[in-house]
Protein backbone atom coordinates (compact mmCIF):
# COMPACT_ATOMS: atom_id res chain seq x y z
CA UNK A 1 0.00 0.00 0.00
CA UNK A 2 0.87 3.72 -0.73
CA UNK A 3 2.60 5.69 1.92
CA UNK A 4 0.71 9.39 3.06
CA UNK A 5 2.45 12.69 4.24
CA UNK A 6 0.26 15.38 5.41
CA UNK A 7 1.75 18.44 4.37
CA UNK A 8 2.69 21.74 6.30
CA UNK A 9 1.93 24.75 4.12
CA UNK A 10 1.09 28.42 4.74
CA UNK A 11 -1.87 27.49 1.70
CA UNK A 12 0.14 29.13 -0.77
CA UNK A 13 3.57 27.25 -0.26
CA UNK A 14 4.93 24.23 1.50
CA UNK A 15 7.17 24.21 4.49
CA UNK A 16 10.61 22.48 4.63
CA UNK A 17 9.76 19.88 6.90
CA UNK A 18 7.38 18.45 4.31
CA UNK A 19 10.11 17.65 2.11
CA UNK A 20 11.79 15.57 4.55
CA UNK A 21 9.07 14.05 5.27
CA UNK A 22 8.60 13.02 1.23
CA UNK A 23 12.26 11.54 1.96
CA UNK A 24 10.94 9.51 4.85
CA UNK A 25 8.22 8.36 3.37
CA UNK A 26 9.83 7.02 0.40
CA UNK A 27 11.83 4.48 2.72
CA UNK A 28 8.76 2.57 3.60
CA UNK A 29 8.40 1.58 0.16
CA UNK A 30 5.16 2.04 -2.20
CA UNK A 31 3.66 5.22 -3.81
CA UNK A 32 4.26 8.31 -1.99
CA UNK A 33 0.86 10.72 -1.75
CA UNK A 34 0.72 14.06 -0.10
CA UNK A 35 -2.30 15.33 1.67
CA UNK A 36 -2.67 19.43 1.07
CA UNK A 37 -5.43 20.62 3.63
CA UNK A 38 -6.28 24.13 4.04
CA UNK A 39 -8.53 27.30 2.19
CA UNK A 40 -7.41 28.56 -0.97
CA UNK A 41 -4.58 26.35 -1.16
CA UNK A 42 -3.83 25.59 -4.52
CA UNK A 43 -0.37 27.14 -4.35
CA UNK A 44 0.98 24.36 -2.08
CA UNK A 45 -0.87 21.51 -3.99
CA UNK A 46 0.89 22.52 -6.91
CA UNK A 47 3.85 22.85 -5.52
CA UNK A 48 3.58 19.47 -3.78
CA UNK A 49 3.05 17.90 -7.30
CA UNK A 50 6.27 19.03 -8.11
CA UNK A 51 8.03 17.32 -5.42
CA UNK A 52 10.53 14.20 -6.85
CA UNK A 53 9.05 10.71 -6.06
CA UNK A 54 5.52 12.13 -5.27
CA UNK A 55 2.94 9.83 -7.08
CA UNK A 56 -0.12 11.97 -6.19
CA UNK A 57 -1.48 15.15 -4.09
CA UNK A 58 -4.21 14.93 -2.58
CA UNK A 59 -6.35 18.44 -2.08
CA UNK A 60 -9.11 19.50 0.05
CA UNK A 61 -10.00 22.80 -0.11
CA UNK A 62 -12.66 24.61 2.44
CA UNK A 63 -12.71 27.45 4.43
CA UNK A 64 -12.66 25.33 8.17
CA UNK A 65 -9.68 24.17 7.00
CA UNK A 66 -7.57 27.45 6.78
CA UNK A 67 -5.89 27.64 10.04
CA UNK A 68 -4.89 24.13 10.25
CA UNK A 69 -7.13 23.36 13.31
CA UNK A 70 -5.76 19.64 14.25
CA UNK A 71 -9.30 18.20 14.74
CA UNK A 72 -10.38 19.24 11.53
CA UNK A 73 -7.52 18.17 9.85
CA UNK A 74 -7.18 14.93 11.89
CA UNK A 75 -10.61 13.98 10.29
CA UNK A 76 -9.47 14.79 7.00
CA UNK A 77 -7.14 12.22 7.10
CA UNK A 78 -9.30 10.08 8.65
CA UNK A 79 -11.34 10.11 5.76
CA UNK A 80 -8.81 8.41 3.39
CA UNK A 81 -6.49 6.63 6.36
CA UNK A 82 -8.12 3.30 5.30
CA UNK A 83 -6.17 3.67 2.14
CA UNK A 84 -2.42 3.88 3.32
CA UNK A 85 -0.24 1.80 5.02
CA UNK A 86 1.66 4.97 6.71
CA UNK A 87 0.50 8.20 7.30
CA UNK A 88 3.56 10.59 8.17
CA UNK A 89 4.07 13.55 9.64
CA UNK A 90 6.83 15.99 10.06
CA UNK A 91 7.64 16.46 13.88
CA UNK A 92 6.64 20.38 14.54
CA UNK A 93 4.38 21.71 16.38
CA UNK A 94 1.48 21.26 14.17
CA UNK A 95 2.57 17.56 13.20
CA UNK A 96 2.83 16.91 16.67
CA UNK A 97 -0.54 18.38 17.14
CA UNK A 98 -2.64 16.67 15.19
CA UNK A 99 -1.03 12.85 14.75
CA UNK A 100 -1.76 11.59 18.12
CA UNK A 101 -5.55 12.24 17.02
CA UNK A 102 -5.38 10.66 14.35
CA UNK A 103 -3.71 7.42 15.98
CA UNK A 104 -6.13 7.19 18.62
CA UNK A 105 -8.47 7.34 16.70
CA UNK A 106 -7.67 4.60 14.45
CA UNK A 107 -6.55 2.74 17.68
CA UNK A 108 -3.10 2.19 16.86
CA UNK A 109 0.24 3.14 18.13
CA UNK A 110 1.78 5.98 17.08
CA UNK A 111 5.91 5.87 16.09
CA UNK A 112 7.08 9.51 17.41
CA UNK A 113 10.07 10.94 16.29
CA UNK A 114 11.51 8.54 14.13
CA UNK A 115 15.13 9.66 12.43
CA UNK A 116 15.23 6.18 10.46
CA UNK A 117 13.39 3.69 8.53
CA UNK A 118 14.70 0.45 8.71
CA UNK A 119 11.69 -1.47 7.14
CA UNK A 120 8.02 -0.83 6.13
CA UNK A 121 7.45 -1.85 10.03
CA UNK A 122 10.89 -1.25 11.76
CA UNK A 123 12.03 2.36 12.47
CA UNK A 124 14.83 3.92 14.98
CA UNK A 125 13.89 6.79 17.14
CA UNK A 126 15.91 8.93 20.10
CA UNK A 127 14.91 8.35 23.70
CA UNK A 128 16.44 9.69 27.10
CA UNK A 129 16.75 12.95 25.61
CA UNK A 130 18.72 11.46 22.62
CA UNK A 131 21.01 9.93 24.50
CA UNK A 132 19.86 6.04 23.52
CA UNK A 133 18.57 5.40 19.91
CA UNK A 134 15.54 2.71 19.70
CA UNK A 135 14.30 0.26 17.49
CA UNK A 136 10.74 -0.17 17.37
CA UNK A 137 8.29 -2.50 15.61
CA UNK A 138 4.91 -1.97 14.39
CA UNK A 139 2.45 -4.66 13.51
CA UNK A 140 -0.60 -2.03 13.36
CA UNK A 141 -1.97 -2.45 10.16
CA UNK A 142 -1.90 1.69 9.39
CA UNK A 143 1.86 2.89 10.90
CA UNK A 144 1.01 6.61 12.52
CA UNK A 145 4.01 8.41 12.51
CA UNK A 146 6.09 11.80 13.21
CA UNK A 147 9.56 12.08 11.47
CA UNK A 148 12.14 14.46 13.28
CA UNK A 149 12.99 16.05 9.92
CA UNK A 150 16.71 16.54 10.73
CA UNK A 151 17.48 12.80 10.32
CA UNK A 152 16.05 13.35 6.60
CA UNK A 153 17.58 14.83 3.52
CA UNK A 154 14.58 17.43 1.87
CA UNK A 155 12.99 15.58 -1.02
CA UNK A 156 13.72 17.65 -4.09
CA UNK A 157 11.44 20.43 -4.77
CA UNK A 158 11.21 19.93 -8.35
CA UNK A 159 11.29 16.83 -10.79
CA UNK A 160 7.88 15.51 -9.77
CA UNK A 161 4.24 15.38 -11.98
CA UNK A 162 1.87 14.36 -9.52
CA UNK A 163 -1.82 13.98 -10.67
CA UNK A 164 -4.08 16.10 -8.36
CA UNK A 165 -7.14 14.44 -7.01
CA UNK A 166 -9.50 16.79 -5.61
CA UNK A 167 -11.03 15.46 -1.72
CA UNK A 168 -14.40 16.44 -0.27
CA UNK A 169 -13.28 18.36 2.40
CA UNK A 170 -14.98 17.58 5.68
CA UNK A 171 -17.39 19.89 7.86
CA UNK A 172 -15.60 22.17 10.45
CA UNK A 173 -14.95 20.57 14.04
CA UNK A 174 -18.00 21.30 16.18
CA UNK A 175 -15.33 21.10 19.14
CA UNK A 176 -13.55 24.04 18.74
CA UNK A 177 -12.96 27.52 16.48
CA UNK A 178 -9.80 29.40 15.57
CA UNK A 179 -10.19 32.49 17.60
CA UNK A 180 -6.25 34.45 16.43
CA UNK A 181 -2.67 34.04 16.25
CA UNK A 182 0.30 36.01 16.89
CA UNK A 183 2.87 35.65 14.71
CA UNK A 184 6.39 36.68 14.90
CA UNK A 185 7.80 38.19 12.02
CA UNK A 186 11.33 38.21 11.77
CA UNK A 187 14.12 39.15 8.43
CA UNK A 188 16.25 36.41 9.39
CA UNK A 189 15.72 32.70 8.61
CA UNK A 190 13.33 30.44 10.35
CA UNK A 191 15.01 28.81 13.25
CA UNK A 192 14.23 25.33 12.23
CA UNK A 193 15.11 25.66 8.64
CA UNK A 194 18.29 28.15 8.68
CA UNK A 195 21.54 26.74 7.36
CA UNK A 196 23.59 28.53 10.12
CA UNK A 197 22.41 29.19 13.47
CA UNK A 198 24.03 31.67 16.68
CA UNK A 199 22.81 30.35 20.10
CA UNK A 200 23.16 32.26 23.15
CA UNK A 201 23.24 30.82 26.64
CA UNK A 202 22.89 32.21 30.34
CA UNK A 203 26.32 32.94 30.44
CA UNK A 204 25.69 35.81 28.71
CA UNK A 205 23.90 37.85 31.39
CA UNK A 206 21.15 39.93 30.50
CA UNK A 207 18.72 40.43 27.17
CA UNK A 208 20.89 43.63 26.43
CA UNK A 209 24.34 41.72 25.94
CA UNK A 210 22.54 38.80 24.43
CA UNK A 211 21.39 41.78 21.41
CA UNK A 212 24.72 43.30 21.68
CA UNK A 213 27.53 40.52 20.74
CA UNK A 214 24.88 37.71 19.34
CA UNK A 215 22.52 39.91 16.89
CA UNK A 216 26.03 41.64 14.67
CA UNK A 217 27.97 37.76 14.41
CA UNK A 218 24.48 36.57 13.38
CA UNK A 219 24.18 39.41 11.02
CA UNK A 220 27.79 39.13 9.34
CA UNK A 221 26.95 35.36 8.78
CA UNK A 222 23.31 35.75 7.64
CA UNK A 223 22.21 33.58 10.41
CA UNK A 224 19.21 32.60 12.79
CA UNK A 225 19.12 33.56 16.82
CA UNK A 226 18.82 30.39 19.28
CA UNK A 227 19.22 30.27 22.63
CA UNK A 228 19.53 28.01 25.50
CA UNK A 229 16.19 26.86 28.19
CA UNK A 230 18.48 29.05 30.97
CA UNK A 231 18.77 31.83 28.61
CA UNK A 232 14.64 31.80 27.69
CA UNK A 233 13.93 31.52 31.14
CA UNK A 234 15.66 34.58 32.35
CA UNK A 235 14.31 36.74 29.50
CA UNK A 236 17.43 37.13 27.46
CA UNK A 237 15.52 35.62 24.48
CA UNK A 238 11.94 35.07 23.34
CA UNK A 239 10.42 31.86 23.70
CA UNK A 240 10.17 30.75 19.92
CA UNK A 241 14.23 31.32 19.75
CA UNK A 242 14.68 27.75 22.27
CA UNK A 243 16.60 25.30 20.99
CA UNK A 244 16.26 21.68 22.75
CA UNK A 245 14.39 18.71 23.55
CA UNK A 246 12.10 20.90 25.10
CA UNK A 247 11.86 23.69 22.16
CA UNK A 248 13.36 23.24 18.56
CA UNK A 249 15.18 20.24 16.88
CA UNK A 250 17.52 22.12 14.38
CA UNK A 251 20.47 20.71 12.37
CA UNK A 252 21.67 23.33 10.73
CA UNK A 253 25.25 23.39 8.68
CA UNK A 254 27.18 25.47 11.57
CA UNK A 255 25.72 26.03 14.79
CA UNK A 256 28.23 28.48 17.31
CA UNK A 257 26.95 28.01 20.34
CA UNK A 258 27.98 30.87 22.99
CA UNK A 259 28.02 30.40 26.34
CA UNK A 260 26.17 27.13 26.18
CA UNK A 261 27.33 24.50 29.21
CA UNK A 262 25.55 21.94 27.04
CA UNK A 263 22.98 20.40 29.02
CA UNK A 264 21.38 17.11 28.15
CA UNK A 265 18.19 19.51 27.26
CA UNK A 266 20.18 21.84 24.93
CA UNK A 267 22.27 18.59 22.93
CA UNK A 268 18.93 16.88 21.68
CA UNK A 269 18.12 19.41 20.00
CA UNK A 270 21.34 20.40 18.21
CA UNK A 271 23.80 17.55 18.51
CA UNK A 272 23.09 16.76 14.71
CA UNK A 273 23.86 19.73 13.80
CA UNK A 274 26.85 19.13 10.39
CA UNK A 275 29.44 21.43 12.32
CA UNK A 276 29.34 22.66 16.20
CA UNK A 277 31.77 25.52 17.21
CA UNK A 278 31.33 26.43 20.63
CA UNK A 279 32.71 29.45 23.02
CA UNK A 280 32.91 28.77 26.68
CA UNK A 281 35.35 29.76 29.47
CA UNK A 282 34.62 26.14 31.15
CA UNK A 283 37.07 23.74 29.67
CA UNK A 284 34.89 21.16 31.58
CA UNK A 285 31.42 22.40 29.68
CA UNK A 286 29.34 19.62 28.05
CA UNK A 287 29.15 21.22 25.06
CA UNK A 288 32.87 20.57 24.29
CA UNK A 289 31.82 16.94 23.91
CA UNK A 290 29.80 17.58 20.56
CA UNK A 291 32.13 20.47 19.36
CA UNK A 292 33.83 20.17 16.38
CA UNK A 293 35.65 23.46 16.93
CA UNK A 294 36.09 24.36 20.56
CA UNK A 295 36.74 27.66 21.93
CA UNK A 296 38.01 28.09 25.44
CA UNK A 297 37.53 31.89 26.19
CA UNK A 298 35.78 34.77 27.82
CA UNK A 299 32.79 35.32 25.52
CA UNK A 300 32.59 38.89 26.10
CA UNK A 301 35.99 39.48 24.61
CA UNK A 302 35.92 36.70 21.88
CA UNK A 303 32.42 37.24 20.14
CA UNK A 304 33.39 41.01 19.31
CA UNK A 305 36.97 39.79 18.19
CA UNK A 306 34.84 37.56 15.94
CA UNK A 307 33.04 39.79 14.50
CA UNK A 308 36.14 41.93 14.15
CA UNK A 309 37.70 39.51 12.03
CA UNK A 310 34.71 38.47 9.76
Not at 5 to 31: P, Q
Not at 182 to 200: F, M, N, Q, Y
Not at 230 to 235: C, K, W
Amino acid sequence: MAALVIAEHDNASLKGATFNTVTAALACGGEVHVLVAGANAGGAAAAATQIAGVARVLHADAPGLNHGLAETVAAQVLAVASNYSHILFPATASGKNIAPRVAALLDVAQISDATKILSADTFERPIYAGNAMATVQSLDGIKVITVRTTGFDAAPASGGSAAVETLAAVGDSASCTFLGSEIAKSDRPELTAAKIIVSGGRALGSNEKFNELLTPLADKLGAALGASRAAVDAGYAPNDWQVGQTGKIVAPQLYIAVGISGAIQHLAGMKDSKVIVAINKDAEAPIFSVADYGLEADLFSAVPELIEKL
